[in-house]
C-alpha cells in the first residue's frame, strides 16, 4: 500500500483530524517506496554494532535490525511527540499565558502533530503489513505506554518532566536528522528526506523549549522539581540503554527467520547495559557539544545536575 503525496491514514491519536493534509507529509515523494535491500538507519547510530557479539549476526539479521530499529526510532518520535502534544494541549486549556507565547504554543502542536503524520506514514509505507495503517506495531507491546501517555503527560502541572523531556528529545532528534542527513548515500531514501524535513521544525522548537522550562517549571515547587529530576533521568537512562526496544526486535527477528539458536541475542542482551561506557557509542549520540541547549540549561538549574552523566 503506497500513499499518494497527501493522504493521511486512519488513526486513533488524540485531535488528530484525519481530512486535513499535513504538510510535510505532502512533500514525500510515497511512491517511491523503500529500498528494502539497503540500511534505513545510519550505521553508526545503530546501538548493536558496538556490542562484542554483533559480528556474529549473519548479514540477513543485521539488514533486518537495522531497518527494524529506524521503525521503532520513527515509533518513538511519534510517541513521545504525541505526549508532547498533550502536555501543551492541556497547557493551552488551563493556563494564562501572553499571546507570544500561547502562539509558540499553538505553532508547536501544530507541527507536532505534522511530525506524528510524517512518521506514523513512513512506517506504514516502510512496512504496511505490520502498521495496517496504526501508528505503532514494536512500541505497542510497551506496558507502560498508555499509563505515560494517558496520566503522566495529561498533567503538565503536576509531572514537570515534559518541559525538560521536550528539550532533550528535541535536541536529539536534530543530531539524528544530522546523522542521517550524512549518510543519505548510503541509507535509504525516503527515511532521509523524512529526518531531513522533520529537522527544519524541530530547530525552531528548541528555542521555544526554552520558553517552555522558563514559563512553565522555573517557579514551581521544589518538590515538583525534584520528581521531575527522577522521571528525566530515568527516560534518558532508558533512551540511552534501549533494552526493551532490543528485546521485541529481536524477538520479530527471531520469529521471521525461525531461528532456533538464540544465543548471540542473548548475549547481546547482556552486553547492552554496558552500552554507556562505550565512548564511540556515546560520541555520536551523546556528546555535549550537540546538547548545547541542553546542557547550558543544566547548568542553570543545578538541581538538573545529575543529568551531566549522561552527557560526555
Ligand atoms: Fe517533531
Ligand atoms: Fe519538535
Not at 90 to 113: D, I, P, T, Y
Not at 124 to 132: L, Q, R, S
Not at 219 to 246: D, F, G, Q, R
Request: charged residues 25%; glycine residues 2%.
Amino acid at each position: 500500500m503506497l500513499l499518494k503525496g497527501n493522504q493521511s491514514l486512519s488513526r486513533k491519536l488524540n485531535g488528530f483530524n484525519e481530512t486535513k493534509t499535513y504538510k510535510l507529509s505532502a512533500k514525500m515523494n510515497w511512491s517511491l517506496g523503500v529500498n528494502r535491500s539497503i540500511a534505513w538507519l545510519p550505521s553508526n547510530m545503530n546501538p548493536i554494532s558496538y556490542l562484542p557479539s554483533y559480528n556474529l549476526l549473519s548479514g540477513e539479521e543485521k539488514l533486518k535490525f537495522n531497518q527494524y530499529y529506524a521503525l521503532g526510532l520513527c515509533e518513538k518520535f511519534v510517541f513521545l511527540e504525541e505526549c508532547l502534544i498533550t502536555s501543551i494541549t492541556k497547557l493551552l486549556q488551563v493556563e494564562s499565558m501572553n499571546s507570544q507565547l500561547r502562539l509558540q504554543c499553538e505553532q508547536f502542536v501544530e507541527e507536532e502533530k505534522d511530525h506524528c503524520d510524517l512518521f506514523i506514514n513512513l512506517c506504514n509505507v516502510a512496512e504496511p503489513k505490520k502498521y495496517n495503517g496504526k501508528p505503532y506495531y514494536f512500541l505497542k507491546q510497551f506496558k507502560s505506554h498508555n499509563f505515560f501517555a494517558d496520566f503522566i503527560f495529561k498533567k503538565p502541572n503536576l509531572f514537570l518532566f515534559w518541559s525538560w523531556l521536550a528539550v532533550y528529545f528535541e535536541e536529539k532528534t536534530i543530531i539524528v536528522s544530522h546523522e542521517y542527513v550524512n549518510a543519505k548515500k548510503s541509507v535509504d531514501s525516503l527515511f532521509c528526506k523524512a529526518h531531513f524535513l522533520h529537522l527544519q521544525d524541530e530547530l525552531q522548537h528548541v528555542q521555544f523549549d526554552i520558553d517552555f522550562i522558563n514559563n512553565f517549571y522555573k517557579t514551581k515547587s521544589n518538590y515538583k522539581k525534584k520528581i521531575a529530576v527522577k522521571m528525566l533521568y530515568n527516560t534518558v537512562n532508558k533512551i540511552i540503554v534501549p533494552s526493551k526496544t532490543l528485546k521485541i526486535i529481536f524477538k520479530s527477528i527471531i520469529n521471521e527467520l525461525k531461528i532456533k539458536d538464540t544465543s548471540v541475542y542473548d548475549s547481546l542482551l547482556k552486553e547492552i547495559k554496558f552500552l554507556m561506557n562505550n565512548k564511540l557509542y556515546m560520541d555520536v549520540m551523546f556528546k555535549k557539544e550537540k546538547f548545547k541547549t541542553f546542557s547550558n540549561l543544566v547548568t542553570l538549574y543545578p538541581e538538573m545536575s545529575p543529568l551531566n552523566k549522561f552527557l560526555c
